[in-house]
């Protein structure tokens, strides 16, 4: 081969090596273990819900956890997993790219603030108390992407 094409496939390499390994979201908690299936379901994206799918991934949590963003955006507002039991809380961050939502998280950041990917949010909630121990503690995920001026909702599962 000629010189300048070992230059190009070397140079391409070092830029995958440098830019292509960096993950887009921080971690939310120190060992990001996502739930698998136990009694009460799967926490995979897109696991059976019955009539519909699972809208994000669970990620296994210990009640009182401390709970990071996994993105640096704006807090909008907090959400609620259940219209009928407003004990189980949530958050929503948003940035120019990304919306996430967060549930099973009590919340420290403050509406309207700015929080940084990596930095404390939250602390988990016991799940297992609603849904008794048969379902594995965890915090629920969504991810929804920017694409035009709508949110589209993605998989999260190798954005970590």
Same mark, same amino acid.
């Given at each position: 081969?000629?010189?300048?094409?070992?230059?190009?496939?070397?140079?391409?390499?070092?830029? !995958?090596?440098?830019?292509?390994?960096?993950?887009? !979201? &921080?971690?939310?908690?120190? +060992?990001?273990?996502?739930?698998?299936?136990?009694?009460?379901?799967?926490? $995979?994206?897109? &696991?059976?819900?019955? +009539?519909?799918?699972? +809208?994000?991934?669970?990620?296994?949590?210990?009640?009182?956890?401390?709970?990071?963003?996994?993105? $640096?955006?704006?807090?909008?507002?907090?959400?609620?997993?259940?219209?009928?039991? /407003? $004990?189980?809380?949530?958050? %929503?961050?948003?940035?120019? %790219?990304?919306?996430?939502?967060?549930?099973?998280?009590?919340?420290?950041?403050?509406?309207? $603030?700015?929080? !940084?990917?990596?930095?404390?949010?939250?602390?988990?909630?016991?799940?297992?108390?609603?849904?008794?121990?048969?379902?594995?503690?965890?915090?629920?995920? %969504?991810?929804?992407?920017?694409?035009?001026? +709508?949110?589209? /909702?993605?998989?999260?599962?190798?954005?970590?």
């Amino acid at each position: 081969m000629k010189k300048s094409t070992w230059y190009i496939i070397g140079t391409t390499t070092l830029l !995958f090596l440098i830019m292509g390994t960096k993950k887009a !979201f &921080a971690k939310i908690t120190a +060992n990001q273990n996502l739930r698998t299936c136990d009694l009460h379901g799967c926490g $995979s994206f897109g &696991a059976s819900r019955g +009539n519909r799918k699972h +809208n994000g991934i669970d990620i296994i949590t210990v009640p009182g956890e401390k709970i990071m963003s996994p993105i $640096s955006g704006t807090v909008t507002r907090y959400p609620y997993p259940y219209g009928n039991d /407003l $004990s189980y809380t949530g958050i %929503e961050i948003v940035n120019s %790219e990304y919306k996430i939502k967060m549930f099973y998280l009590k919340p420290i950041a403050p509406i309207g $603030s700015t929080v !940084f990917a990596g930095k404390i949010i939250g602390v988990s909630q016991n799940i297992a108390a609603k849904y008794s121990t048969a379902m594995t503690n965890h915090v629920h995920l %969504e991810v929804y992407k920017k694409q035009g001026t +709508n949110w589209i /909702l993605i998989d999260p599962t190798n954005l970590f």
